[in-house]
């Protein structure tokens, strides 16, 4: 491999590894809220109200439905407006944020199904306010679920980043698409594969081992 | 005696799928101020039901409830919070945080009240003294055996200061050891706070150990209601007596013969009638269950007896001389009693 390459790649790990922070920080600042709002409306929990539970469910199914390839190019004015550009890795942020978000949602809305009913009651039987059980029940008794969640959330994105590279994004992706594929540089196509598997198993186990120790 | 509860007329209804289910049926009682009242009935009897109407963790269909004289069915969703703080409950499941310390634990009550952070570290940790748990403080509930999660949850309970505590069927998942140690301190806790006490249980042994008064629920009605002793010696509903008696006695061995319920009070069981009957008249009888219990101390028995013909009326008389009481009982009733 030319030393131009390599440093494309080191270049490439970075810009990956920024994506994918920035547009997970995100997804959960937009995400974790709408996964609060999802469980908490449903039929039978503290806050159900059917007609905005079903709103915001259609819209979350309906992101979720589009392919993230079709997303990316559906949101080209979109990104261009909120970021006057609609390439490179700061570009690319903005439809990886919008694709996770409600996987994210669904994620956390799981989660918050996992904590047991009981421990709800018991809550609301001391006089607690919903509110009040949403942060100090609810949320810290699914914080092992939500971290395992995180971890396969985290992991999605860095492989969507991956994909951003067609529309011109930038980040190990790109690299494996035009050097690798279309200039048939098989070297360069496995060194970043090899790369993002890597950077996917790291995310993953790191989290599920943050995940066990915070399981008390 | 000032009255903490009271229910009048109180019904609740469940629709499922469209179809009506009627939990309670009509329910009026009456709890005192530093009472231990036991509710008992068999599963799906209705009194967890009733139990959650207490708190209004159940909304009722029609009747009223209320507490200290104020209706419960007429308070806004704050009024119902700042009231529930007054009547604390533990559970079956412990419903203990997870994944938080005993002493946070024993703590949330308090914050939810406004409590500042080390008033609240103090009460909690007098909570814990309570139920002799101090030691264990930093620990987390996954690592407590069920007696000390039920005494993190009692701790739990107490910390506001409660006028009442609501216990849904707060033993059922320990061991007998363990069963009777959480007992012992609900009624120690009982006394020496004067804290008025609902137990729901499914276990007459739960009822005899610890109530003053008890109410038998079966299929969402109030069967009977009165004073534990009274009840024990004369069940008078068809559910207080197969909550007594035991429920598995032998079948008569002829299908037309007489059978008798003999009824011993304290005084009596400590005499051999059966060995006096046999020695001293020769008369046989065929012993179908017997069962003998001690309630507040005091030995209660009862035993059916199946009588050799022609010999019903002397062996009858027999009884009846020494004092005991005696009940006929029918065949069909003896069997699914």
Known sequence: MSSYIVEAIKNGIFETLQMTFFASLLSYVIGLPLGILLYSTSK???LSNRPLNLIFGLIVNICRSLPFLILLVLLIPFTRFVTGSSIGTTASIVPLTVGAVP??????????SEVSPGIIEAAVSMGASPIYIIVHFILPEATPSLLFGAAINISTVLGYSAMAGVIGGGGLGAIALQYGYYRY???VLWTTVTLLIIMVMTIQEGGNMIAKKARK | MTEVFRLDRVSKKYINDGREF???????????????????GMSGAGKSTLVRTLNRLEDVTSGTISFYGQDLGSLNARDVRKVRRNIAMIFQSFNLLQQRSVLSNVMQPLRIAGVRGNERKEKALEMLRVVGLEDKKDEYPSRLSGGQRQRVAIARALA???KVLLCDEATSALDPKMTSEILDLLKDINRTRKLTIVIITHEMSVVEKICDRVAIIDSGMLAEAGEVKSIFA???????????????????????????RLVFDGLSAGRPFIAELVEKTGHKVNILSANTRSVGGIGYGQMVL???KGEEEQIIGFFKDRGLSVQEVKHSEQLHS
């Not at chain 2, 009627?22 to 008992?40: M, P």
């Not at chain 2, 909550?243 to 002829?254: A, G, Q, R, Y």
């Open chain 1, 44 to 46: 039978g929990r503290i």
């Open chain 1, 103 to 112: 996987i994210v949602a669904r994620m956390v809305e799981s989660s918050l």
């Open chain 1, 185 to 187: 540089q098989k070297d």
């Open chain 2, 22 to 40: 009627l939990a309670l049926k009509d329910v009026s009682l009456s709890i005192s101020e530093g009472e231990i009242f036991g509710i008992i």
């Open chain 2, 160 to 162: 506001s200061e409660p």
């Open chain 2, 234 to 260: 004369d069940p008078q509903s068809e559910a207080a007596r197969k909550l007594v008696f035991p429920s598995n006695p032998f079948d008569p061995s002829e299908k037309d013969s007489r059978l008798i």
């Open chain 2, 306 to 308: 199946e009588l050799p």
